[in-house]
Nanobody, 117 residues
C-alpha cells in the first residue's frame, strides 16, 4: 500500500496550493483521510480530516476558513485546497489514511509547502 502526497511548492503569502493524496492498493473512499503538517521545530499537527464513515470533516482552527478537504473517488485521491496561505503554513504536509476496527493506518511521504512573506 502506498500513499503519494504531492502538490507542494513555493508560494507567496496569500497564494494558493492544492495538495493531492493518491493511493495504490487502497480504496480511499472507505478510509478516513487526514492531513497533518510538521513545521520546522514544531510538533506534528493534524489540520484536516474527512471521515470515511460518515463524511464529516474537521479543520484545525489555524486553517479553518482557508483550507478545504475533498475527495475524488473516481481518481482515488483526496485533496487539500489551501487558500490564503501564510508564512506560518510553511511545513511538510503528510496525508494519512486510517481505519479504526481493526486499527490500521498508512502515511504518505510528505510534500513541502513553503510560503514566503
Amino acid at each position: 500500500v502506498q500513499l503519494q502526497a504531492s502538490g507542494g511548492g513555493l508560494v507567496h503569502s496569500g497564494g494558493s496550493l492544492r495538495l493531492s493524496c493518491a493511493a495504490s492498493e487502497l480504496f480511499l473512499a472507505d478510509w478516513t483521510v487526514a492531513w497533518f503538517r510538521r513545521a520546522p521545530g514544531k510538533e506534528r499537527e493534524a489540520i484536516s480530516c474527512n471521515s470515511g464513515i460518515d463524511g464529516s470533516t474537521y479543520y484545525a482552527d489555524s486553517v479553518k476558513g482557508r483550507f478545504t478537504i475533498s475527495r475524488d473517488n473516481a481518481k482515488n485521491t483526496v485533496y487539500l485546497q489551501m487558500n490564503g496561505l501564510k508564512p506560518e503554513d510553511t511545513a511538510v504536509y503528510y496525508c494519512n489514511a486510517r481505519k479504526y476496527s481493526p486499527p490500521r493506518d498508512y502515511w504518505g511521504q510528505g510534500t513541502l509547502v513553503t510560503v514566503s512573506s
